[in-house]
């Protein structure tokens, strides 16, 4: 076989998972309830957020937050700084990718 399969939890409460983490990329999936968040960080490589279930609130440079959703991909560049939570009833699921793999970012 020539593909590798990477499998991911199905789960209504906060969880934070590395799925892949290769020499091309690295992939996080996460969930996250009713008034949680990530902390705040600063992306460490290109990262783009697949939304797959609920709304995500994120401020990005300290700039009000914005509102996404069900269906909605975002490109965030490098080194921008980045606070995520989900302000709602219903769970915010979403995949991370980060491209390349940050460990072969430069500073």
Request: charged share 25%; glycine share 4%; aromatic share 8%.
């Amino acid at each position: 076989m020539l593909e590798k399969k990477y499998d991911y939890s199905s789960v209504d409460e906060k969880l934070i998972e590395r799925i892949v983490n290769d020499d091309n990329v690295e992939i996080n999936h996460m969930v996250l309830t009713k008034d949680t968040g990530l902390p705040v960080h600063y992306s460490n490589s290109n990262v783009y957020m697949i939304i797959v279930r609920g709304s995500m609130s994120i401020s990005l440079n300290d700039c009000p937050a914005a509102e996404y959703g069900k269906g909605n991909i975002l490109s965030i560049p490098f080194k921008t700084k980045m606070n995520v939570t989900n302000k709602y009833d219903e769970v915010l699921e979403f995949f991370v990718v980060k491209a390349p793999n940050p460990k072969d970012m430069k500073d």
